[in-house]
C-alpha cells in the first residue's frame, strides 16, 4: 500500500531531550515536507526537501533539523526541544516538484514537558 | 505574501448541503485545492481545480471559483456524519510551488 509512515505516532518528552521522528515513503516519491498544526493557526511548513540531499527551510525552521540521505527518508530532529514544540507534526510526499497532491503520514503527536 | 482564509466554523444538519468557503489574496494562483482531515488522521486531498475552470464536480463535491473575487467554495450535498472533518483549501502558483494552507474548517453534523 502507497503511504507515508511516521514513527513515533505519540511521544511525551523534557525539555532539552534529543528526539527524532521519522518519514519514510514507498511511492519513489521526490518531494518530503514536515508541517505542525496548532490550534487556531492551521499547519506550517517545517522544512522541505525536493530531492535527496536538497533540504529548505520552510515557514517555521527554528529549532529543528532535517536530512535527506535517501529518498525515501525524511527525518525530523528535535536537538533540545522546548514546550513550544508540543504540537502534531505531519510528513507529506509528492511525486510532483513542490505541490499539487500531497500524500500526508498519519501525524506524530509530540508533547515537550 | 499568500494568505488564504477560511472560517473556522460550520455547523450543518445531516441531509443539508454544506458549504465551506474560501478566499485566497494571490491573484497569480493556478491551482486550489481542498484537502479533508478526519479525526486523528493526516490530510487527504478531496479534490482540486485549475484556475482556468469556474466550477468542478465530482458525486456529492462541487467546487466552485470565483477568480474575479478570488473566491473558492465546497459545497458538499447531502452531507453525512462521515463528512464531519477539518476541510482545508490550498492553493499553489505552479505544480513546483509551495503550496499554502488555509487554517481549516471544522465542520460539525448536526443529526
Known amino acids: 500500500e502507497a503511504q507515508v509512515t511516521q514513527n513515533p505516532r505519540y511521544l511525551i518528552t523534557v525539555t532539552g531531550k534529543k528526539l527524532t521522528v521519522t518519514c519514510s515513503q514507498n511511492?519513489?516519491?521526490?518531494?518530503m515536507s514536515w508541517y505542525r498544526q496548532d490550534p487556531g493557526l492551521g499547519l506550517r511548513q517545517i522544512y522541505y526537501?525536493?530531492?535527496?540531499?536538497?533540504?529548505d527551510k520552510g515557514d517555521v525552521p527554528e529549532g529543528y533539523k532535517v536530512s535527506r540521505k535517501e529518498k525515501r527518508n525524511f527525518p525530523l530532529i528535535l536537538e533540545s526541544p522546548s514546550p513550544n514544540q508540543t504540537s502534531l507534526y505531519f510528513c507529506?510526499?509528492?511525486?510532483?516538484?513542490?505541490?499539487?497532491?500531497?500524500?500526508f503520514g498519519a501525524g506524530s503527536r509530540l508533547t515537550v514537558l | 505574501g499568500e494568505d488564504v482564509e477560511q472560517s473556522l466554523f460550520l455547523s450543518v444538519r445531516e441531509g443539508d448541503s454544506s458549504v465551506i468557503n474560501c478566499t485566497y489574496t494571490?491573484?497569480?494562483?493556478?491551482?486550489l485545492y481542498w484537502y479533508k482531515q478526519e479525526p486523528g488522521a493526516g490530510l487527504q486531498l478531496l479534490t482540486y481545480?485549475?484556475?482556468?475552470?469556474d466550477m468542478k464536480q465530482d458525486q456529492r463535491l462541487t467546487v466552485l471559483l470565483n477568480k474575479k473575487d478570488k473566491h473558492l467554495s465546497l459545497r458538499i450535498a447531502d452531507t453525512q456524519t462521515g463528512d464531519s472533518a477539518i476541510y482545508f483549501c490550498?492553493?499553489?502558483?505552479?505544480?513546483?510551488?509551495?503550496?499554502?494552507f488555509g487554517k481549516g474548517t471544522r465542520l460539525h453534523i448536526l443529526p
Open positions: 507529506a510526499s509528492s511525486s510532483d516538484g513542490g505541490a499539487n497532491v500531497l500524500t
Open positions: 511511492m519513489n516519491h521526490e518531494y
Open positions: 526537501s525536493m530531492n535527496v540531499e536538497v533540504t
Open positions: 494571490d491573484s497569480s494562483s493556478t491551482y
Open positions: 481545480i485549475f484556475s482556468n475552470m
Open positions: 490550498a492553493e499553489s502558483q505552479n505544480r513546483d510551488d509551495k503550496i499554502i
